[in-house]
């Protein structure tokens, strides 16, 4: 079974995977245990992060065109984000985890509040899917990776584009903010 994605959580203790069986299994971090497999409820998974306070798993899938969070202790799915037409390739919580960032292959990006699941910001414009997407570490802006292979950065708050970097040769697969935000 493929694997597709790998997750620390922030307080260093364990570690999600997922991967095309639909599953989502947390590993204790130091013994390297299964601790819990939760059903992502969906085929195909393709991305999973923790939330901040380490009780929440948040993922997304190429099999349908939902984010799903989860609740670490009951397994339970307890909120759902919908808006996407297309599968979700990309999620990102922001670093005080009050924003979440989702990308698509339905070409748009979306500024999600976590908290209520509103949509804050619909992003169009571009040619092809979303492949990547990080906050800097203030929350401040979202960085993008796309599939036309540009890289643009956009204002977190009012979703509108700051700017674009032009130049690679194929789609443009992941993205980081570097610690001080450049």
């Not at 364990?14 to 204790?28: C, F, Q, R």
């Not at 906050?135 to 960085?143: I, L, Q, R, S, Y």
């Not at 980081?176 to 450049?182: V, W």
Request: glycine fraction near 10%.
């Amino acid at each position: 079974n493929t694997i597709n994605k790998v997750s620390l959580s922030p307080d260093n203790t364990m570690i999600a995977s997922t991967g095309d069986d639909g599953m989502i299994k947390l590993w204790d971090f130091k013994s390297g245990w299964l601790i819990k497999t939760i059903d992502g409820k969906s085929k195909w998974m393709q991305s999973v992060i923790f939330s901040n306070d380490n009780k929440y798993l948040i993922s997304s899938s190429n099999g349908d065109t939902v984010i799903r969070v989860f609740d670490i202790a009951t397994g339970n799915e307890i909120r759902k984000y919908s808006g996407h037409t297309a599968a979700v390739s990309t999620i990102k919580l922001s670093p005080y985890g009050d924003k979440l960032v989702s990308g698509s292959y339905d070409n748009t990006l979306k500024i999600w509040d976590y908290k209520t699941g509103a949509l804050l910001h619909d992003i169009w414009g571009f040619n092809s899917g979303v492949s990547s997407v990080d906050f800097n570490p203030e929350g401040t802006k979202v960085a993008c990776g796309t599939n036309d292979n540009r890289i643009i950065i956009w204002d977190a708050a009012t979703g509108k584009e700051i700017t674009t970097f032009y130049g690679h040769s194929a789609k443009v697969n992941s993205v980081a903010f570097s610690p001080d935000g450049t």
